[in-house]
């Protein structure tokens, strides 16, 4: 058998069996981020601009035009698949599923707002600020 067949009950060119660009998954439903518990938030997009979102954004630190509890996004991102985004029209408001960043729990880059980790212990920081200018 060549390197090129596969064997499929008869010898068939491999090229006959796959299709570029195919996707291949499993029956059944995926359930997205297994034991995360979701948090529920209400988001009214009070700009005149559709405002869209990632599903890896640091929600946190959204376009400003977005209104919603904000202390309560820090640390967490839309609980959609990878790769994904929701939309929010100008005068929309929707309620959004959100789960915390897991692994590291690193952040840099989007608006500036953390720059490093999510669970740094913003009181010590605090403290350690008021020392120097002391």
Known sequence: ?????????????IYSVLIPGELRVAEGNIKLNPGMPPQMISVANLGDRPIQLGSHY????????????????????L???????????????????LVAFGG??????????????????ESSAASANKDVEE
């Open 104 to 121: 590291h729990r690193v952040v840099y880059g989007f608006q500036g707002k953390v720059m490093g980790s999510l669970d740094k212990d």
């Open 1 to 13: 058998m060549s390197n090129n067949l596969k064997e499929t009950g008869k010898k068939t060119p």
């Open 79 to 97: 609980n959609i698949a990878a790769g994904t985004a929701v939309r929010f029209e100008p005068g929309q408001s929707r309620t959004v599923e």
């Open 58 to 77: 640091h929600f946190f630190e959204a376009n400003d035009a977005l209104d919603f509890d904000r202390i309560l996004t820090k640390g967490y991102r």
